[in-house]
T-cell receptor, first 111, second 116 residues
């Protein structure tokens, strides 16, 4: 069975702080893909990143970075120097044939 | 290139009525997925369809819910005899043909169903 756990339900930080959103997954598959999506207050889902199970190289995109560790089945997401516009719900997802989402982490960045 | 389109964006139904939610995938995409997001919760997979075929419906409730993706036209998620617990946001996503899970799923804006 596939499962994604985002243990942090809500996180609140002050602008310019760094924040890490945790994601732990379970799967028996050797080939799988991990995603992060952002859902701002407007409700749409915004794709952030895709990572396949064979690529453990960490990735940085501007203020965003992702740390994929297969040994601990984790795919954590860090926002550096957070901004108010980063306030949203962030979902981690795991897919092989269908996509399983975590419950999401609501990030609030205060000015 | 238009993205995934869903309509209506908001739908209000009374208990016992039927709800029909439509999803037009991105141009060239032949895989469609439906997800439900209950208030304050994450997205739950419902069904995965390709043209004229249901590939995986393991997330669909056993009764009242059905989905189709005909050869022509949008994918339809149909909820019969709606109840208040069906109130949720329903998201559709699409991905290109010959795709497996490696492809990004492009999400529509969602349909927010309210059952009175």
């Amino acid at each position: 069975a596939q499962k994604v756990t985002q243990a942090q339900t809500e996180i609140s930080v002050v602008e310019k702080e760094d924040v890490t959103l945790d994601c732990v997954y379970e799967t028996r598959d050797t080939t799988y893909y991990l995603f992060w999506y952002k859902q701002p207050p407007s409700g749409e889902l915004v794709f952030l990143i895709r990572r396949n199970s064979f690529d453990e190289q960490n990735e940085i995109s501007g203020r965003y970075s992702w740390n994929f560790q297969k040994s601990t089945s984790s795919f954590n997401f860090t926002i550096t120097a957070s901004q108010v516009v980063d306030s949203a719900v962030y979902f981690c997802a795991l897919t092989n044939n269908d996509m399983r989402f975590g419950a999401g982490t609501r990030l609030t960045v205060k000015p | 290139n238009a993205g995934v389109m869903q309509n209506p964006r908001h739908l209000v139904r009374r208990r016992g009525q039927e709800a029909r939610l439509r999803c037009s995938p991105m141009k060239g995409h032949s895989h469609v997925y439906w997800y439900r997001q209950l208030p304050e919760e994450g997205l739950k997979f419902m069904v995965y369809l390709q043209k004229e075929n249901i590939i995986d419906e393991s997330g669909m409730p056993k009764e009242r819910f059905s989905a189709e993706f005909p050869k022509e036209g949008p994918s339809i998620l149909r909820i019969q005899q709606v109840v208040r617990g069906d109130s949720a946001a329903y998201f559709c996503a699409s991905s290109p043909p010959a795709s497996g899970s490696e492809n990004e799923q492009f999400f529509g804006p969602g349909t927010r169903l309210t059952v009175l």
